[in-house]
T-cell receptor, first 115, second 115 residues
Framework: QQQVKQSPQSLIVQKGGISIINCAYE??????FPWYQQFPGKGPALLIA?????SEKKEGRFTISFNKSAKQFSLHIMDSQPGDSATYFC??????????????FGKGTKLSVKP | DAGVIQSPRHEVTEMGQEVTLRCKPI?????LFWYRQTMMRGLELLIY????????DSGMPEDRFSAKMPNASFSTLKIQPSEPRDSAVYFC?????????????FGDGTRLSIL
């Protein structure tokens, strides 16, 4: 119940295309869903996050779509650029009565954007 | 603005040796996390501290692993004795108080190789 399942493992997209990464969870108590971006040799960095009270959040070219009934959420990268090539992790955590719980990470998706 | 600082960046040592990884969190952050990243298991939380106190160490693989946070600006993760299966990238992350969902800021990691 604590798992977050992420797909695909790897993704190749042409420059200008749309990259889509999907995640699914089981624990309905999760209430915070961030996406982290990791470049080689660096630590993960928060990209964008969403709460389940909204179905979509957009920041620039990055959009999270959230489907509470299906317990799924996805990251869309519009107009993908070679600089977006990185590994992307979805994650989830829950609120323990006012104190946030630990992040549970998906296994990651390695995105390559071809010029 | 200094981020999370980890040292060393790379460590190569022989099986059986003691390994000590170090972390300096971002000033003002009172939550600190140690993660291990491998291809097989992804990002796993080992332990986290709140106000220098270990709160949850359920992710520590076995007694060979120990972590300390003697003050708000320093933490160590020690492996003694080390084994080849401990080879991984170890990340330290810090965040603001956990009464709301705060982003975790990761260091660039220590790449550990046990021969």
């Amino acid at each position: 119940q604590q798992q977050v399942k992420q797909s695909p493992q790897s993704l190749i997209v042409q420059k200008g295309g749309i990259s889509i990464i999907n995640c699914a969870y089981e624990n309905t108590a999760f209430d915070y869903f961030p996406w982290y971006q990791q470049f080689p040799g660096k630590g993960p960095a928060l990209l964008i996050a969403i709460r389940p009270d909204v179905s979509e959040k957009k920041e620039g070219r990055f959009t999270i779509s959230f489907n509470k009934s299906a317990k799924q959420f996805s990251l869309h990268i519009m107009d993908s650029q070679p600089g977006d090539s990185a590994t992307y992790f979805c994650a989830a955590s829950r609120d323990y009565g006012g104190s946030q719980g630990n992040l549970i990470f998906g296994k990651g998706t390695k995105l390559s954007v071809k010029p | 603005d200094a981020g999370v600082i980890q040292s060393p960046r790379h460590e190569v040592t022989e099986m059986g040796q003691e390994v000590t990884l170090r972390c300096k969190p971002i000033s003002g952050h009172n939550s600190l996390f140690w993660y291990r990243q491998t291809m097989m298991r992804g990002l796993e939380l080992l332990i986290y501290f709140n106000n220098n106190v270990p709160i949850d160490d359920s992710g520590m693989p076995e007694d060979r692993f120990s972590a300390k946070m003697p003050n708000a600006s320093f933490s160590t993760l020690k492996i003694q004795p080390s084994e080849p299966r401990d080879s991984a990238v170890y990340f330290c992350a810090s965040s603001l108080p956990r009464d709301t969902h705060q982003p975790q800021h990761f260091g660039d990691g220590t790449r550990l190789s046990i021969l």
